[in-house]
């Protein structure tokens, strides 16, 4: 049996000196500038971010240990097919900067649901903000988990330990530093993340001959392949679930969740926010590619023996750390340098969720508890202190919710399974709001409910057929890895039979909505928001169930804003809402500059 290679203690002090550091940044800006004597500081860093930091910060948010880990298994395992969704980044990015963006900026609120408060009621607002809240702790389970795959792989650390060491660093530094040592913290560990994946790539390319020799075996396994073009919604991977399935889930993830509004206001003005945006686009772009071009550099080692079937790894999703210490073992500190760039992208993505997660919970039910139970305000200590604790206790849910990720499948189809089924309806809530003047509060929560509803049947409904991987070979592997397999398969004659004459279940015996692909649950939730939205709230109206609410022009994509003023200005039965919102304006005007 061959031994397992493990890393040594260079790599050790390696991992050690970044948490160090990540833990070091919190620190210091604990104990510099403002020194966090606010909220305000703690959640949107006084507004005094610079787009170029923000930019890679939205970037890292998201792309965590399962872009590294899950990317690169996807190309392994699936092929290229995943690179065409960067188109849908270029298609979103305008959208975002010129649609939704404008709205939050006026609106300069910490917890991005306030806007739901103003635009439908509170009830609305609540509604939207638990079911965020649900999924970033779900989300945040997964990207906990995910470092710990590769611990597994390469320690001897049990997947236990690995993810409480993981989730106590986030709980920390999270708790203490505030958005602007989360937003520092990013940058370090986007360094950490590209310098992973160009080791791994360097590494793979001279062991090949080149990048073109790569390339060359990618393509005889048959993982270069940007040919799916059918319309067909039960596949996985097509042009079409790419770019319009897509966009949706990218729409729902920068253009309305907590996590990334909170970082885009944390820039001086809205021209400084769409330029974060522009900047993140290109970063999120090669660093997408860069991740599929380690997936198939990994493919271009093990083509002819493949380790998960080989027996050497439990699932795919841990590729990479395996290939780490196959190949990089001898030289000291590099093994440790790449685990801690996995072990980096976890955390950037775990502490932007503590944050985000602990801004909500404070805005959208401390506060307005608090005042509604006392008749006062919090006053800025409480709530900063209430923010750090909140930041730290969510953490250890997080830790709970990784031990149960381990049951789930692919680290990035879960994600953005996940995504998909809230962030759909999530998006059509916003859509409606934005879009269309004549949405009531009752359609709005209608129609989010019953979308979220059927978006999670839909997508954690089962039984479900698995997704048709690529041919892989173990015909180059060793004689003891073989002679292992064989062992490992004669131990029970029932499993060697299945291995040899696999039963195969028609997709045609599988309940239909089960086999529609992950990637268009977001467009279903959107649309059926929307719709069912749309339909209760004429409704609601026709029956006088429910008064058409003041309309604020600040709370409308900008075409749609320019419309109504317009009306506001001409339309003598729009004379008292203009009054409202003009005195509304005035007030919160005077509160701010307070």
């Not at 899950?70 to 290229?80: F, K, L, R």
């Not at 502490?351 to 608090?370: C, Q």
Request: glycine share 8%; net charge positive.
């Amino acid at each position: 049996m061959e031994s397992t290679k493990t890393l040594g203690l260079v790599d050790y002090l390696v991992i050690t000196l970044t948490i160090a550091i990540s833990v070091g940044i919190g620190i210091y800006y604990r104990f510099t500038g403002g020194k966090q004597k606010t909220s305000e500081e703690y959640f949107s860093a006084n507004r005094s971010m610079g787009p170029l930091s923000v930019g890679i910060a939205l970037m890292v948010s998201f792309m965590s240990a399962i872009t590294l880990l899950g990317m690169s298994a996807e190309n392994y395992v699936y092929g290229t097919q995943f690179i065409v969704i960067n188109i849908n980044y270029i298609l979103s990015t305008p959208i975002i900067c010129y649609g939704f963006l404008p709205v939050f900026y006026k609106l300069q609120a910490t917890s991005t649901y306030e806007y739901l408060e103003r635009r439908f009621g509170v009830p609305t607002r609540l509604l939207a903000s638990f079911v965020v809240w649900l999924q970033m702790l779900l989300y945040s389970g997964v990207v906990l988990y995910a470092p710990a795959l590769a611990f597994e792989t390469t320690t001897d650390l049990s997947r236990m330990k690995s993810i409480l060491s993981v989730g106590l660093a986030c709980a920390f530094y999270s708790s203490i530093g505030g958005i602007k040592a989360v937003l520092i913290t990013d940058i370090f560990q986007a360094v950490l993340m590209f310098a992973s994946l160009i080791a791994v790539i360097a590494v793979a390319a001279y062991s090949a001959g080149g990048l073109d020799e790569v390339w060359n075996i990618a393509s005889q396994g048959g993982r270069i392949d940007f040919n799916h073009f059918s319309i067909d919604p039960t596949e996985r991977h097509t042009w079409w679930s790419l770019i319009i399935g897509g966009m949706c889930t990218f729409l729902s993830l920068y253009g309305v969740n907590q996590i990334q509004v909170q970082r885009f206001l944390t820039v001086k003005s809205l021209k400084s926010a769409q330029r974060a945006m522009w900047f993140c686009l290109p970063v999120l772009i090669i660093l997408n590619l860069t991740t599929s071009l380690a997936g198939l550099s990994i493919y271009s080692k093990y083509f002819n023996c493949d380790p998960k079937t080989a027996g050497k790894i439990k699932q795919p999703d841990m590729l990479m750390p395996f290939y780490v210490m196959e190949t990089m073992s001898s030289i000291p500190g590099l093994p440790g340098l790449i685990i801690a760039g996995v072990f980096s992208a976890g955390l950037s993505t775990i502490s932007a969720a503590l944050n985000s997660l602990a801004a909500v919970s404070l805005e959208d039910y401390i506060k307005p508890l608090y005042l509604k139970c006392t008749k006062k305000q919090l006053s800025p200590s409480t709530s900063l202190i209430l923010g750090k604790f909140l930041a730290f206790s969510l953490g250890f849910l997080c830790i709970a919710l990784a031990v149960l990720a381990q049951y789930l499948g692919s680290v990035l189809q879960t994600s953005l399974t996940i995504f998909g089924a809230v962030g759909g309806p999530l998006l059509g809530l916003f859509t409606l709001g934005m879009l269309f003047e004549s949405s009531t509060q009752s359609g709005a929560i209608l129609g989010t409910t019953v979308s979220l509803v059927f978006s999670l049947w839909i997508s954690f409904g089962g039984p479900r057929p698995a997704p048709p991987a690529l041919p892989v070979s173990i015909e180059g592997c060793s004689n003891g890895t073989l002679l292992l397999l064989n062992q490992t398969l004669e131990m029970n004659h029932q499993t060697l039979h299945d291995y040899l004459h696999p039963h195969v279940r028609s997709n045609s015996e599988f309940f239909y909505l089960y086999r529609l692909s992950y990637l268009w649950v977001s467009l279903i939730g959107l649309v059926l928001t929307i719709t069912i939205g749309m339909i209760t709230s004429k409704i609601s109206r026709c029956f006088g169930f429910e008064s058409q609410r003041a309309i604020d022009p600040d709370l409308f994509f900008p075409f749609i804003a320019k419309r109504v003023r317009k009306r506001l200005e001409t339309d003598p039965n729009f004379t008292a809402q203009k009054y409202q919102f003009e005195s509304k304006n005035n007030i919160d005007t005077a509160t701010t500059s307070m």
